[in-house]
C-alpha cells in the first residue's frame, strides 16, 4: 500500500515562512512525479506545484509569483514545499500527491495517491 504523509503545517504570520515535508512509504520504485495541492473551506482542491523525479522539471501556479519552492530528496523518498511571504490567502489544508506519470499534472485526477493533509494558517 502506498503511503504520503505531509508535516510541517502550523500557524504563521502573515510575511512568514513554513517549509511542508511529505514522505512516501510502502512503494518498492518511487513515484515519478510528486505534487501539492491546497483546499481552503468551502473552496476546490487547488494545484500548488509539482516536480519530476530529477527535480528538474517543475510546475508552479503563476499566483504564486515565486514565493513557493518544490523540491524532493530521492533518497528519503521525500518531496518539501518551501513557503516563503505567506499571506492570510495562502491559509488552507496541504495535501501531498505522486503518481508515475512522467511530467507533473496540474488537476487531482493526474495523480494516483494522495496523503491525509496538514494545516497551514497564516494569521493576518
Known amino acids: 500500500q502506498v503511503q504520503l504523509v505531509e508535516s510541517g503545517g502550523g500557524l504563521v504570520q502573515a510575511g512568514g515562512s513554513l517549509r511542508l515535508s511529505c514522505a512516501a512509504s510502502?512503494?518498492?520504485?518511487?513515484?515519478?512525479?510528486m505534487g501539492w495541492f491546497r483546499q481552503a473551506p468551502g473552496k476546490g482542491r487547488e494545484f500548488v506545484a509539482g516536480?519530476?523525479?530529477?527535480?528538474?522539471?517543475?510546475n508552479y501556479v503563476d499566483s504564486n509569483k515565486g514565493r513557493f519552492t518544490i523540491s524532493r530528496d530521492n533518497a528519503k523518498n521525500t518531496v518539501y514545499l518551501q513557503m516563503n511571504s505567506l499571506k492570510p490567502e495562502d491559509t488552507a489544508v496541504y495535501y501531498c500527491?505522486?503518481?508515475?506519470?512522467?511530467?507533473?499534472?496540474?488537476?487531482?485526477?493526474?495523480?494516483?495517491?494522495w496523503g491525509q493533509g496538514t494545516q497551514v494558517t497564516v494569521s493576518s
Open positions: 510502502g512503494v518498492t520504485f518511487r513515484p515519478y512525479v
Open positions: 516536480v519530476n523525479w530529477s527535480g528538474s522539471g517543475t
Open positions: 500527491a505522486a503518481d508515475y506519470r512522467l511530467r507533473p499534472g496540474l488537476t487531482p485526477p493526474d495523480y494516483g495517491y
